[in-house]
């Protein structure tokens, strides 16, 4: 044995072994100085955070989170990857989504993508889309044997797949050199507008597909109309198995193998800023595909080809620039988990049609994850994570509890009709709006670190919607009807309506609470007006008048709310204040109207004081 020379560097193992107790007792002391009297597995508990779904993550994870054996990458149950290298190779493929109506303008900005680092297309065609018409003109100039094409056509995917044909054809690409997805998805188009289609056309691409096109995939099994519709990551990954079982049954029942069958579905998946979340999700969705491959009797037909898209759900209007950050950490969490396809929605989606900028932005974003940052060198770079292997295992059980509810209504289609999946992602939503309204789930630049100066960013409105189906929703929506109403004022009066800071006290007594006060408040388009100079009750009222405001809130600390805040609360009642607010805990003050704090409902705040300031 080598005995290496005393250089002054310690090495980890001439320490002692620390015991999972030991650090339990730590943790029991911390809480109990923050007031919580817990000890051995409560304490651990107590630090846990809860997630949808009925799960929580741990503070801690150790060699003791036992999860199923992940197999190795490109083998069953394809937890590691659907292949043996991964992304490896050649990195993931970068697919930016198109979906302007105009072909010539598609064109232009399908050619500047696959010059400037994109590998596939993803067109929106359609209604409101690229008119099938038009599909030839947009794709003018495309090697189609290089960049392949995944089409979007809701109702229409049947004649857009027979004019990407004919294309085909005309450019004398070979049928094997085709490559891409149809993208044929009856159920997920129902799910979206309402309206029922025949899956008879889409069996009939597929078997198409699997008999000349090899390199082609007839159908798309979306799951993003019910992340969109405010659904969990189980219930994304129980809706898109029950899709794809249905649709395994119209293949198989057409005549084609299960082989064939699951060789003509590609997956499509929401990626979000919960990024151990996103790695966990992906890899379960392998891991469940690749179970009912087997019990369908075609286990090596079981690797679930995947396509991340940066979840619109998380994009916010206001401050739309650090959506740039939330889209970078879902694309590193679509990456580490092991997607084939990722696409990454530009900054500026919720606005309307991208500009180039944005459009750069969005690429580029791949760009650097894959070449600067090296992320596909590495097979499964989560793996062996105590953390993500026990989340991907829980995962994976929610999931599959969530299929077998839908299996037990009588399968996708049936699910959806019968409204137990709109129920069923309703009541998820609501109590992550109970969250966002609480602030418990922050939105930076939106319900946390708003900024009321900043200049809107304008944009082409995007295609219309069609109506029926799932609602979508948005993180920001309640807060965005707030700040809406602001807006609205600022344009009809010239001002926004104001709140006045009551601070009491030295700086050290009232700036945290005056912080808070007005990041809430601004949360709602209400400008805070901040004295920092109120010293009594008579200083405070004066202020009070000349600020402009009409409703008011004390700023202090808890000893000078006992001395000072019934006073100067009277005060300011008495100079015009139709309201008064104290941040800090509910107490029983007879001229303190309400109280702001930590976990307080701030959605319901602010929109009774824009009522009452008469702020329509």
């Not at 911390?30 to 993550?57: Q, Y």
């Not at 080809?305 to 998380?314: C, E, G, K, L």
């Amino acid at each position: 044995m080598t005995v290496l020379p005393d250089d002054g560097l310690s090495l980890a193992a001439e320490f002692p072994d620390a015991t999972h107790e030991q650090w339990q007792r730590l943790v029991e002391g911390v809480l109990r100085k923050s007031g919580k009297d817990v000890s051995g597995p409560a304490a651990e508990e107590a630090l846990s955070t809860a997630l949808e779904d009925g799960l929580s993550t741990r503070p801690l994870y150790t060699a003791r989170d036992a999860a199923p054996d992940a197999g190795y990458p490109g083998f069953a149950p394809f937890v590691r990857g659907g292949t043996v290298a991964g992304t490896a190779p050649s990195g993931w493929d970068v697919r930016q989504r198109h979906a302007t109506a105009d072909p010539a303008r598609t064109n232009e900005t399908v050619l500047a993508d696959l010059e400037n680092g994109v590998t596939s297309l993803w067109l929106g065609v359609g209604p409101g889309a690229l008119p099938v018409s038009g599909l030839a003109r947009a794709l003018e100039g495309v090697y189609l044997d290089l960049a392949p094409v995944a089409l979007d056509a809701g109702g229409e995917f049947e004649p857009a797949a027979r004019a990407l044909f004919r294309l085909y054809e005309e450019r004398g690409v070979p049928k094997d050199a085709a490559r891409g997805t149809l993208g044929a998805d009856p159920i997920g188009h129902e799910a979206r507008t309402g309206e029922r289609l025949d899956p008879a056309a889409a069996v009939e691409l597929a078997r198409l597909c699997g008999q000349e096109y090899p390199g082609l995939r007839a159908l798309a099994v979306d799951a993003l109309p019910y992340h969109e519709a405010g659904g969990s990551a189980a219930q994304e990954l129980g809706a898109s198995l029950a899709t794809a079982v249905a649709y395994l049954r119209e293949l198989t029942d057409a005549g084609l193998d299960v082989e064939a069958a699951c060789a003509q579905l590609e997956f499509r998946y929401a990626a979000t800023a919960d990024q151990f979340l996103t790695i966990a999700k992906l890899r379960a969705a392998r891991r469940l595909w690749a179970r009912v491959a087997e019990v369908c009797g075609a286990p090596d037909a079981g690797a679930q080809r995947q396509h991340a898209v940066t979840s619109p759900v998380m994009m916010s209007r206001r401050d739309p620039w650090v959506n740039m950050l939330r889209t970078t950490v879902a694309c590193l969490g679509a990456g580490v988990g092991g997607a084939d396809s990722v696409t990454v929605l530009p900054f500026d989606h919720s606005l309307g049609l991208p500009d180039a900028f944005a459009r750069r932005i969005a690429r580029n974003t791949s760009t650097i994850l894959l070449e600067e940052s090296h992320l596909a060198r590495v097979i499964d770079p989560a793996g062996g994570s105590w953390y993500v292997e026990r989340l991907t295992d829980e995962l994976a059980h929610a999931g599959w509890e969530f299929f077998q509810e839908i299996e037990r209504a009588g399968g996708q289609a049936a699910a959806l009709r019968s409204g137990l999946i709109g129920e069923r992602l309703a009541a998820t939503w609501a109590k992550r709006s109970e969250k966002l309204a609480k602030r418990r789930e922050p939105i930076t630049g939106v319900s946390e670190f708003p900024n009321l100066t900043e200049r809107p960013v304008e944009r082409e409105a995007p295609p219309v919607q069609a109506p029926g189906g799932l609602p979508r929703v948005r993180r920001d929506e309640a807060y965005e009807i707030l700040r809406s109403r602001s807006d609205a004022h600022l344009a009809s009066t010239g001002a926004r309506p104001r709140v006045f800071l009551a601070a009491l006290g030295p700086a050290a007594a009232h700036t945290a609470r005056a912080s808070f006060a007005s990041n809430l408040f601004q949360a709602g388009g209400i400008e805070a007006v901040h004295d920092p100079a109120t010293v009594d009750a008579t200083t405070a009222a004066e202020a009070f008048k000349t600020s402009g405001a009409t409703v008011a809130c004390l700023c202090s600390s808890d000893a000078l709310y006992e001395e000072q805040a019934d006073e100067v609360a009277k005060a300011l009642k008495s100079a015009g204040a139709g309201r008064v607010f104290l941040a800090g805990r509910p107490a029983e003050r007879p001229d303190v109207d309400a109280y702001v704090f930590a976990g307080c409902d701030a959605v319901s705040v602010l929109s009774s004081t824009l009522d009452h300031m008469g702020v329509a």
